[in-house]
Structure formats: C-alpha cells, structure tokens
C-alpha cells in the first residue's frame, strides 16, 4: 500500500525522492559552478601575469588560529625588492631559500602568479568538480531508477 497526498495523486515516496534529487542535484551544480569558476579566475590570473621575474622562498610565515604555513616570496622587479605573501596555508612542501618561478602583471605588479602557490588552488579546485560530479551523478542517478524520469 502506497500513500498518496491527498489531491494530487503523488506519493510520499515519489516526493520523497524529488525532494532528494532536486537537493542533490542543486549541490552538485553549486559545487561544480565554483570549481569550475575558480578554475576560469586561476586561467585568468595566469594569461594577465606575461612577465617573469625569479624569486625565492623567503620565509614562512604562521597564521593565526592555524597551525598551517604560508609561503612568503621574495623578488625583484627592475630592482625593487618586493614580497608577495601567500593567500594559502599548509605549504609544507615548500623549503625557506627555494628558487620559484614568479608571474606578475606588468600593469598590475600587485597581480602575482607563483605556480607553487597555484597548486593549493587546483587540489581546491578537484575537490569541488569532484563532489559536485558525484552530487550531480547520485541525483540523476536516483531519479531515474526510482522516479523512471526519462
């Protein structure tokens, strides 16, 4: 025996299931929206840094309430000794006086773009795409097999 709300002929399980689709659907898109917008902003960053200047780890430096590290860089540009600290915490592969390849905005020297740095932001970026892949999946996935949607 199956119950049905009164009047519209649906089943509780049926909604049930609608309820949960719909809501894994939606947080499979969120997630998959802001991995992939964060990829098109990191791309971005990268093709605006077009000039080259050779740096070095100079630091690390503590955050606080964290017990991770961030990466503090050193460089020049056309001789004027200039520090770019990282927006990312935990970069424990990193050594204090390794060489590191920086980008930066000729228009915008502020704009800096430090692969090493870059690389906490794709693993960000995997995990999103991946969650929200997998979110997007069970929702269609339940949908089909216990609403026969399509």
């Given at each position: 025996?199956?119950?049905?709300?009164?009047?519209t002929?649906?089943?509780?399980?049926?909604?049930?299931?609608?309820?949960?689709?719909?809501?894994?659907?939606?947080?499979?898109?969120?997630?998959?929206?802001?991995?992939?917008?964060?990829?098109?902003?990191?791309?971005?960053?990268?093709?605006?840094?077009?000039?080259?200047?050779?740096?070095?780890?100079?630091?690390?430096?503590?955050?606080?309430?964290?017990?991770?590290?961030?990466?503090?860089?050193?460089?020049?540009?056309?001789g004027?000794?200039?520090?770019?600290?990282?927006?990312?915490?935990?970069?424990?592969?990193?050594?204090?006086?390794?060489?590191?390849?920086?980008?930066?905005?000729?228009?915008?020297?502020?704009?800096?773009?430090?692969?090493?740095?870059?690389?906490?932001?794709?693993?960000?970026?995997?995990?999103?795409?991946?969650?929200?892949?997998?979110?997007?999946f069970?929702?269609?996935?339940?949908?089909?097999?216990?609403?026969?949607?399509?």
């Amino acid at each position: 025996m199956t119950a049905t709300i009164p009047m519209t002929g649906i089943t509780f399980a049926k909604l049930f299931t609608g309820i949960f689709s719909g809501t894994f659907g939606l947080l499979g898109l969120v997630f998959l929206c802001i991995g992939f917008g964060v990829i098109a902003a990191q791309n971005k960053k990268r093709s605006q840094c077009t000039a080259y200047a050779e740096g070095t780890v100079s630091a690390m430096q503590g955050q606080f309430g964290s017990n991770g590290l961030r990466a503090v860089y050193s460089f020049s540009i056309d001789g004027k000794p200039l520090q770019y600290v990282s927006n990312y915490s935990g970069m424990n592969h990193l050594l204090v006086g390794q060489s590191v390849s920086v980008y930066y905005d000729p228009e915008h020297i502020g704009r800096v773009y430090i692969e090493e740095d870059a690389r906490q932001m794709r693993m960000f970026t995997r995990v999103f795409t991946i969650l929200g892949s997998v979110f997007l999946f069970v929702a269609v996935f339940v949908a089909v097999i216990l609403l026969g949607v399509f």
